[in-house]
């Protein structure tokens, strides 16, 4: 009983301090969202981070516990697809919960299919969780989520200590336990990356755009998956690891639009021409 109170009484200041950090990532100025970062945290959150470690390699050979108990590397879910990578622990009273459903949300609303175009896969930090929290968390998310390819495409991880800090730290991850509240010191967001494990984009807080998500997945897959306006908006847009959002790019956008003007005036002269001609024609064929 005193274990569940002190977690009751002390979850509410940690994830209000968390999430005065997560949440200025959302703001309307992309310029004003600088990414979490140790110097820029408060004091009370020492060695707590989420470092930018971009193209850094997952270690693949990492081996952790399936939502089945069965024994799994995480280089099994990689290879043909990218993946989105959440870090987070099943009993976390409510930061870790903000989340997965912000990423359920903005899953939701992105146009590919889990499990087909894309794989994600949620580990807990924290090495005392089983793989029977793990089956409970993905089934709640599955039916969250709602869409098909969700069973086979979102995994749900526990493995020891060792191998947690592997990818903790390839991530940039950092987090500390508090055992006065009994809970765990930590940032939000999750991390996209290639399907060779290179890490690519980072989502910080609790909300994130839908259209930096897709952008994300497009990039990572190296043209695998995406259309080609999803094409067309990668070179108009431009993924800052600064603030963790996708930017149009001004110079990229005035080359499209010089483009265009120039397209759209050869055409307008090339029918003036054609017409011209065409008048000249029956002109002389009617002076004939």
């Not at 992309?30 to 820029?40: F, K, M, T, V, Y």
């Not at 997965?100 to 969780?129: A, K, W, Y």
């Not at 800052?240 to 002269?269: F, Q």
Request: glycine letters at 10%; proline letters at 5%.
């Amino acid at each position: 009983m005193s274990k569940t109170l002190n977690r009751r009484t002390g979850w509410i200041t940690v994830c209000l301090i968390l999430l005065a950090g997560s949440v200025t990532f959302s703001a309307e100025d992309p310029q004003e969202q600088p990414a979490w970062s140790p110097s820029a945290q408060p004091k009370s959150l020492k060695g707590v981070g989420y470092a930018q470690n971009l193209n850094a390699q997952l270690p693949l050979d990492a081996k952790f516990r399936g939502e089945t108990g069965r024994i799994v590397k995480l280089g099994d879910y990689f290879g043909e697809k990218p993946v989105v990578l959440a870090l987070v622990y099943y009993e976390c009273p409510m930061l870790c919960n903000l989340v997965l459903n912000g990423l359920t949300d903005v899953l939701q609303q992105v146009p590919f299919e889990m499990g087909r175009d894309f794989e994600v896969v949620t580990i807990s930090f924290d090495h005392e969780e089983t793989h029977v929290l793990a089956a409970e968390k993905k089934q709640n998310y599955v039916k969250r989520y709602g869409r098909p390819g969700a069973e086979d495409g979102w995994h749900f991880l526990v493995g020891d200590e060792a191998e947690i800090e592997k990818v903790t730290k390839a991530v940039g991850f950092d987090f500390s336990y508090d055992p006065a509240s009994d809970e765990f010191m930590h940032a939000s967001g999750f991390t996209v990356s290639t399907p060779a494990g290179r890490l690519s984009h980072y989502f910080y807080g609790i909300d994130y755009p839908p259209q930096d998500l897709r952008l994300a997945l497009v990039e990572a897959s190296d043209g695998g998956i995406g259309s080609a306006v999803d094409q067309f908006l990668l070179f108009c847009y431009h993924y800052d690891p600064e603030t963790g959002r996708y930017g149009m790019v001004i110079n990229r956008v005035l080359t499209v639009a010089c483009m265009s003007t120039v397209v759209l005036l050869g055409c307008t002269v090339g029918g003036f021409v054609w017409r011209e001609r065409k008048r000249n024609v029956r002109g002389t064929e009617g002076g004939q």
